[in-house]
């Protein structure tokens, strides 16, 4: 039989490939989604409500849903990192774009903030962001549904932060606070990182992929490990091959158009196994630049007890997990280093009290110290902008394999000066606004751990020092796309999924448009 010939294959289903396939397919454009993971239902899979004692050993063994196959570092299956995020959703603001530009530190973007906020907008209405109309100059307002209250430890920390001239402000969540449709609002469980069983957190395979589906130009290949982008001797990529993770069987999937979507160092790693004669580094590396300006997150930590708190009654207040939220308050002051850090917190799941085995006692007096303290306990954790640096890259491990033959990626990250200095900062800020708020500190974090992901494929205009252009296609292919938080040039210390889902949208319409033209 003849072979399927797709508009456009997508490697990978989470916020990016998701937004992305989802709307190519409702403009008419045919679609096959990859994905090396397996169907996930939201309203079965997740064990999301089971206490300790409900599990062996009364320990929680995994956030994961029971489903074989979603067990991988990046949570393989359709919908991706999604099903498990805790759904904050920040617009970027120009400063953000325009780093180097600005504040003389970071990479500048292609693009600027009035290229990407009809997209963001447009995934507001389409996936449901709750918030508050802040008004503030560094994080952009957008269309919000009703935002969720303050809890009572957040209007303590918001006091105390009030008086050293802090503001907090509410969450901006990927959650919907109202109903719509087949999604009701969130009823608070607290269980949001996972998984949610009835949708009310976005994820995208049941809010986006599966009513585009219904178009019937979405085609779904899930289980299956994309090993190589394929490329033809004219330069032009043709489509994947992949390894059944249940099989081991091999396959492909062709396509006019590729997009690589996998998840940062995940689609680094694909394009550097995709080696060919053209390009005998990795695919679309004629720069030498693919993996590197590795940019994650960093992140500390102060775990503490609201003593106004300690000896009350305990609430089921776990809410949406985080409700509250420190913006970027560094910008306009006084400071010996580039970019700033945002603060995250109050997201602790309590059905893990791993904090109780820092209070002293045996016997009784352990148990009631441990009661007391519970309606108390606060988790404050600030994120920090990383700069690019040399030291910093992915690469593929040439000696370790993973089950199906893959080379695993490897992350180098190396704390430059300025990022060592964010870090003292936020954690100094941190444990002074905690302070102020009343709290007993319990621990605090004295060095940076990753998070978010970023960088790897950086976009930008010169061929010679990035991978995709402003409309993230590869500089060396021209029917080649990354969509994710590789092509991130900075990251700012904001959560990156809304720009990454913002940046897709704009990708789609892009793809769009030169097929309708027969460019590709």
Same mark, same amino acid.
């Given at each position: 039989m003849p072979r399927k010939t797709y508009d456009v294959v997508v490697v990978g289903s989470g916020a990016a490939g998701g937004t992305l396939s989802a709307r190519l397919a409702r403009k008419g454009?045919?679609?096959?989604?990859? *994905?090396?993971?397996?169907?996930?239902?939201?309203?079965?899979?997740?064990?999301?409500?089971?206490?300790?004692?409900?599990?062996?050993?009364?320990?929680?063994?995994?956030?994961?849903?029971?489903?074989?196959?979603?067990?991988?570092?990046?949570?393989?299956?359709?919908?991706?990192?999604?099903?498990?995020?805790?759904?904050?959703?920040?617009?970027?603001?120009?400063?953000?774009?325009?780093?180097?530009?600005?504040?003389?530190?970071?990479?500048?973007?292609?693009?600027?903030?009035?290229?990407? *906020?009809?997209?963001?907008?447009s995934i507001e209405r389409e996936i449901g962001v709750c918030g508050n109309l802040d008004h503030l100059k560094d994080l952009p307002d957008g269309i919000f549904l009703p935002p969720v209250p303050f809890k009572?430890?957040?209007?303590?920390?918001?006091?105390?932060?009030?008086?050293?001239?802090?503001?907090?402000?509410?969450?901006?969540?990927?959650?919907?606070?109202?109903?719509?449709?087949?999604?009701?609002?969130?009823?608070?469980?607290?269980?949001?990182?996972?998984?949610?069983?009835?949708?009310?957190?976005?994820?995208?395979?049941?809010?986006?992929m599966a009513p585009a589906a219904r178009t019937g130009n979405l085609d779904f290949f899930p289980d299956s490990v994309v090993r190589e982008v394929v490329v033809s001797k004219e330069n032009r990529v043709t489509g994947v091959r992949y390894v059944n993770r249940t099989t081991l069987a091999e396959g492909e999937v062709h396509g006019r158009v590729v997009v690589v979507a996998c998840a940062c160092v995940q689609s680094v790693a694909l394009l550097l196994m995709s080696k060919s004669r053209l390009y005998p580094t990795g695919l679309a590396n004629s720069s030498g630049?693919?993996?590197?300006?590795?940019?994650?997150?960093?992140?500390?930590?102060? *775990?503490?007890?609201?003593?106004?708190?300690?000896?009350?009654?305990?609430?089921?207040?776990?809410?949406?997990?985080?409700?509250?939220?420190?913006?970027?308050?560094?910008h306009e002051r006084k400071r010996d280093y580039a970019r700033s850090f945002g603060i995250q917190f109050n997201y602790q799941n309590r059905r893990s009290v791993g904090w109780a085995r820092s209070i002293k006692g045996m016997g009784k007096a352990y148990k009631e110290a441990v009661k007391e303290r519970y309606p108390a306990f606060l988790t404050f954790s600030p994120y920090g902008e990383m700069l690019p640096n040399p030291e910093s890259y992915i690469d593929l491990d040439p000696e370790k394999k993973d089950k199906f033959g893959l080379p695993l990626a490897r992350r180098h990250v190396k704390w430059g000066e300025n990022d060592r200095k964010i870090f003292e900062d936020m954690t100094r800020w941190s444990v002074e606004i905690l302070r102020s708020a009343g709290a007993e500190i319990l621990s605090v974090?004295?060095?940076?751990?990753?998070?978010? *992901?970023?960088?790897?494929?950086?976009?930008?205009?010169?061929?010679?020092?990035?991978?995709?252009?402003?409309?993230?296609?590869?500089?060396?292919v021209e029917n080649l796309y990354v969509v994710d938080g590789s092509v991130f040039p900075s990251a700012s210390e904001k959560n990156p999924t809304h720009t990454i889902m913002g940046l897709a949208a704009r990708a789609a319409d892009h793809i769009a448009d030169r097929l309708k033209r027969r460019e590709v």
């Amino acid at each position: 039989m003849p072979r399927k010939t797709y508009d456009v294959v997508v490697v990978g289903s989470g916020a990016a490939g998701g937004t992305l396939s989802a709307r190519l397919a409702r403009k008419g454009v045919t679609v096959a989604v990859v *994905e090396g993971g397996p169907r996930v239902n939201t309203s079965t899979d997740f064990n999301t409500h089971a206490l300790p004692f409900e599990f062996a050993n009364r320990h929680i063994p995994t956030m994961r849903p029971g489903k074989e196959g979603f067990d991988t570092e990046r949570s393989r299956g359709l919908g991706g990192k999604t099903m498990l995020w805790n759904a904050v959703a920040f617009r970027f603001s120009q400063r953000d774009f325009k780093g180097r530009s600005i504040d003389g530190a970071g990479e500048d973007w292609p693009i600027n903030y009035s290229d990407l *906020e009809p997209y963001y907008a447009s995934i507001e209405r389409e996936i449901g962001v709750c918030g508050n109309l802040d008004h503030l100059k560094d994080l952009p307002d957008g269309i919000f549904l009703p935002p969720v209250p303050f809890k009572c430890s957040d209007v303590i920390v918001a006091r105390g932060a009030a008086k050293l001239g802090v503001k907090v402000i509410h969450v901006r969540k990927a959650t919907r606070t109202t109903p719509a449709g087949a999604r009701p609002a969130c009823h608070y469980c607290g269980n949001c990182m996972a998984g949610c069983d009835v949708v009310a957190k976005y994820n995208s395979y049941d809010v986006h992929m599966a009513p585009a589906a219904r178009t019937g130009n979405l085609d779904f290949f899930p289980d299956s490990v994309v090993r190589e982008v394929v490329v033809s001797k004219e330069n032009r990529v043709t489509g994947v091959r992949y390894v059944n993770r249940t099989t081991l069987a091999e396959g492909e999937v062709h396509g006019r158009v590729v997009v690589v979507a996998c998840a940062c160092v995940q689609s680094v790693a694909l394009l550097l196994m995709s080696k060919s004669r053209l390009y005998p580094t990795g695919l679309a590396n004629s720069s030498g630049h693919l993996g590197k300006h590795f940019i994650p997150h960093f992140t500390g930590g102060v *775990e503490c007890f609201l003593t106004s708190l300690i000896g009350k009654a305990p609430v089921n207040d776990e809410g949406f997990l985080d409700h509250a939220y420190v913006p970027s308050f560094m910008h306009e002051r006084k400071r010996d280093y580039a970019r700033s850090f945002g603060i995250q917190f109050n997201y602790q799941n309590r059905r893990s009290v791993g904090w109780a085995r820092s209070i002293k006692g045996m016997g009784k007096a352990y148990k009631e110290a441990v009661k007391e303290r519970y309606p108390a306990f606060l988790t404050f954790s600030p994120y920090g902008e990383m700069l690019p640096n040399p030291e910093s890259y992915i690469d593929l491990d040439p000696e370790k394999k993973d089950k199906f033959g893959l080379p695993l990626a490897r992350r180098h990250v190396k704390w430059g000066e300025n990022d060592r200095k964010i870090f003292e900062d936020m954690t100094r800020w941190s444990v002074e606004i905690l302070r102020s708020a009343g709290a007993e500190i319990l621990s605090v974090s004295h060095e940076p751990r990753t998070n978010h *992901e970023l960088g790897g494929c950086r976009m930008g205009s010169d061929p010679r020092t990035s991978i995709v252009n402003s409309d993230c296609r590869t500089h060396d292919v021209e029917n080649l796309y990354v969509v994710d938080g590789s092509v991130f040039p900075s990251a700012s210390e904001k959560n990156p999924t809304h720009t990454i889902m913002g940046l897709a949208a704009r990708a789609a319409d892009h793809i769009a448009d030169r097929l309708k033209r027969r460019e590709v």
